[in-house]
């Protein structure tokens, strides 16, 4: 404690606590009505003005009350009321996000660097990738097989169907690389040895 004001018997006064809503002279600093009530106005059954009522407007309460709301909710749309009119019927049915990506990366020709290594036997070859968006693989092991969807030969731009033998990266539960979607034609590969 300091010594200040208790030699004279007198105690120092206290000093307010600076606070956000209190001015440096300790009044509450009060918030303008109008930022948080707005004019609502009715027209009565006579088509004069209606005396003009504040009411509370709270965006806190609107957005709370839009949480637990669906798209369709809020649109006042009823699900009964889209279903009448075939909408459901003609919906298709949705993949998982995992096969809507491979999709999306197979349809694209891959700008990546592809060099063959080796031939390990008659299904097992060795390939390096390179590409800036799905890394670099140096000596990855692709497998031959069959297509099970269609896509675009990751070497020449060829379009693969489903059925074609083709060579893809191998992988394994645990680890799968980033160029897993990616197929070269087994034909092509085995042209250019």
Not at 177 to 184: A, L
Request: glycine share 8%; hydrophobic share 35%; with cysteine.
């Amino acid at each position: 404690m300091s010594r200040i004001g208790t030699a004279t018997g007198t105690t120092p006064e206290p000093r307010p606590r600076a606070h956000a809503n209190r001015r440096a002279n300790g009044e509450p600093e009060l918030r303008r009505k109008e930022t948080l009530y707005t004019d609502l106005r009715s027209e009565p059954a006579g088509g004069g003005m209606a005396p003009v009522t504040p009411a509370l407007h709270d965006p806190w309460t609107a957005t709370i009350s839009r949480l637990g709301k669906s798209p369709a909710q809020d649109s006042k749309l009823a699900s009964s009321d889209k279903c009448d009119k075939g909408a459901c019927a003609a919906r298709p049915a949705r993949r998982n996000a995992t096969a809507e990506r491979a999709q999306a990366a197979a349809s694209q020709h891959s700008d990546a660097v592809i060099t063959f290594v080796e031939r390990f036997g008659a299904k097992s070859i060795s390939i390096t990738w390179r590409d800036s968006t799905a890394g670099r693989y140096t000596e990855q092991l692709w497998v031959r097989r069959i297509a099970r969807s269609r896509g675009v030969c990751a070497l020449t731009g060829a379009s693969i169907v489903r059925g074609d033998a083709v060579y893809g990266p191998f992988s394994r539960p645990s680890s799968r690389p980033r160029n897993m979607s990616q197929m070269i034609l087994a034909d092509q590969l085995d042209d250019l040895e």
